[in-house]
C-alpha cells in the first residue's frame, strides 16, 4: 500500500524567509504527486502536481516542488514567504497502476505559521 | 461559479441517530469520494463512485454508507453514529476517474457525536 509522509507537522518561518516542506512517498513504481493547501474553515485547493513530464513544477502562489526519484522525495518550497502563506499543507499521491479509480493517499498535513 | 457543496458545515449529534451529509457539485464530474480529516493522520478515504451507479469502499468504510443515484449528488449515511466518528468531512469531486485528474474540494462537515 501507499504510504506519504511529510516531515514536521508543524513549521515556523519568517516573512520573506524561504519555505520548505518535505514530502517523501513509498512505491517502487513513482506515484502521480500532489500538494494541497488547506486554508482554515475551507476545503482542500491544489497547488501542483507531477505527472510525467518536468521533474520540476511550478504552481500557483510562487510554489514549487521537485520530483526526485532516487529519494522518493517531493518536497514543497516557496523563496519567500508571505503572510498569506499561512495554512495547512497536504502531499498527497495516486497509484498510476491502481484501478480504484481517482483514490489519493495522504500526508499527515504539515501547519504552516508565518511571522511578522 | 464551480463547486461542491456539503451541508451541514457543522452537526453536533448523539449516538445512535441517524444521519445523512449531503455533497452536490455542478461540474458534470463523473468521480467523487467522501474522505475524513483527523489531526496528524491527513485525510483517509471513505468511500467513492466512479459514476452514476457505482460505488466502491475506500480504506475507512466502517459505520458509513453512501449512494449514487444521480451524477451530481454523493450523500454520506451513517446510520447509527459513534463518537469514533467524529470528525471533519470532505467529499470531492473530479471530471475523470482517471488517477492524475485533479479533486475538487468542499468545504467541509465537522461533526461531532456525544
Known amino acids: 500500500a501507499q504510504s506519504v509522509t511529510q516531515l514536521g507537522s508543524h513549521v515556523s518561518v519568517s516573512e520573506g524567509a524561504l519555505v520548505l516542506l518535505r514530502c517523501n512517498y513509498s512505491s517502487s513504481v513513482p506515484p502521480y504527486l500532489f500538494w494541497y493547501v488547506q486554508y482554515p474553515n475551507q476545503g482542500l485547493q491544489l497547488l501542483l502536481k507531477?505527472?510525467?513530464?518536468?521533474?520540476l513544477v511550478k504552481g500557483i502562489n510562487g510554489f514549487e516542488a521537485e520530483f526526485k526519484k532516487s529519494e522518493t522525495s517531493f518536497h514543497l518550497t516557496k523563496p519567500s514567504a508571505h503572510m498569506s502563506d499561512a495554512a495547512e499543507y497536504f502531499c498527497a499521491v495516486s497509484d498510476r497502476v491502481k484501478a480504484a479509480g481517482n483514490k489519493l493517499t495522504f500526508g499527515g498535513g504539515t501547519r504552516v505559521l508565518v511571522k511578522p | 461559479e464551480a463547486q461542491v457543496t456539503q451541508n451541514p458545515r457543522y452537526l453536533i449529534t448523539v449516538t445512535g441517530k441517524k444521519l445523512t451529509v449531503t455533497c452536490s457539485q455542478n461540474?458534470?464530474?463523473?468521480?467523487m469520494s467522501w474522505y475524513r480529516q483527523d489531526p496528524g493522520l491527513g485525510l483517509r478515504q471513505i468511500y467513492y463512485s466512479m459514476n452514476v451507479e457505482v460505488t466502491d469502499k475506500g480504506d475507512v468504510p466502517e459505520g458509513y454508507k453512501v449512494s449514487r443515484k444521480e451524477k451530481r449528488n454523493f450523500p454520506l449515511i451513517l446510520e447509527s453514529p459513534s463518537p469514533n466518528q467524529t470528525s471533519l468531512y470532505f467529499c470531492a469531486s473530479s471530471f475523470s476517474p482517471v488517477n492524475n485528474s485533479p479533486l475538487h474540494f468542499g468545504n467541509g462537515t465537522r461533526l461531532t457525536v456525544t
Open positions: 461540474m458534470n464530474h463523473e468521480y
Open positions: 507531477y505527472t510525467s513530464a518536468a521533474t
